[in-house]
Antibody
Framework: QVQLQESGPGLVKPSQTLSLTCIVS??????????WSWIRQPPGKGLEWIGY???????YYNPSLKSRVTISVGTSKRHFSLKLSSVTAADTAVYYC????????????WGQGTLVSVSS | SSELTQDPAVSVALGQTVRITCQGD??????ASWYQQKPGQAPVLVMY???SRPSGIPDRFSGSNSGNTASLIITGAQAEDEADYYC?????????FGGGTKLTVL
């Protein structure tokens, strides 16, 4: 059973870069059946898809965030990462990693989420 | 990128049937998936594809699709179904979520 776990700083200063890692257990990112994804949820608001990456390194990003986002796969193929640059208070959110099932097109497995606050 | 539109709030009497809808151009091409989220918890997949339920999701949950509209139907709503519900689909940029519907069970 695949499990996903987000990790990273809970507090980032404005204008800096937010960096998070999703540790994957029970599966390998080399599995070509999935996209590995980041999704966020500002406090009291809805879900927002940030982007996802395929094991080949091909990545797809939300157009509204594309200029600031990079998603990459770790060399061990057991984790993938999110970098969001030039953050502001509007980037304060719970950040989730999740696995997108390519054939049946849904997110079945999610991490528990991690709250990242942007504040000086 | 495209958008998915949901009613912000819906209510249903205990034991009655409720339909939660999601509209968007991407739904003419791609199937919707639906997620239930309770306070402080990660979203949980409740419906996907034409009308498929993951293991462990009660059969009172069903789905339908027509044109640019996808629906999540709860037949015989229970108190534990009170939650936020989000639709989702692929789109030309990658992926998109609806704004969410808060379901209240009266």
């Amino acid at each position: 059973q695949v499990q996903l776990q987000e990790s990273g700083p809970g507090l980032v200063k404005p204008s800096q870069t937010l960096s998070l890692t999703c540790i994957v257990s029970g599966d390998s990112i080399n599995n070509g059946d999935y996209y590995w994804s980041w999704i966020r949820q500002p406090p009291g608001k809805g879900l927002e898809w940030i982007g996802y990456i395929y094991f080949t390194g091909s990545s797809y990003y939300n157009p509204s965030l594309k200029s600031r986002v990079t998603i990459s796969v770790g060399t061990s193929k057991r984790h993938f990462s999110l970098k969001l640059s030039s953050v502001t208070a509007a980037d304060t959110a719970v950040y989730y990693c999740a696995r997108w099932e390519l054939q049946s097109e849904h997110f079945l497995h999610w991490g528990q989420g991690t709250l990242v606050s942007v504040s000086s | 990128s495209s958008e998915l539109t949901q009613d912000p709030a819906v209510s249903v009497a205990l034991g009655q049937t409720v339909r939660i809808t999601c509209q968007g151009d991407s739904l003419r091409v791609y199937d919707a998936s639906w997620y239930q989220q309770k306070p402080g918890q990660a979203p949980v997949l409740v419906m996907y594809g034409k009308n498929s339920r993951p293991s462990g999701i009660p059969d009172r949950f069903s789905g339908s699709n027509s044109g640019n509209t996808a629906s999540l139907i709860i037949t015989g709503a229970q108190a534990e179904d009170e939650a936020d519900y989000y639709c989702n689909s692929r789109d030309t940029s990658g992926n998109v979520f609806g704004g969410g519907t808060k379901l209240t069970v009266l």
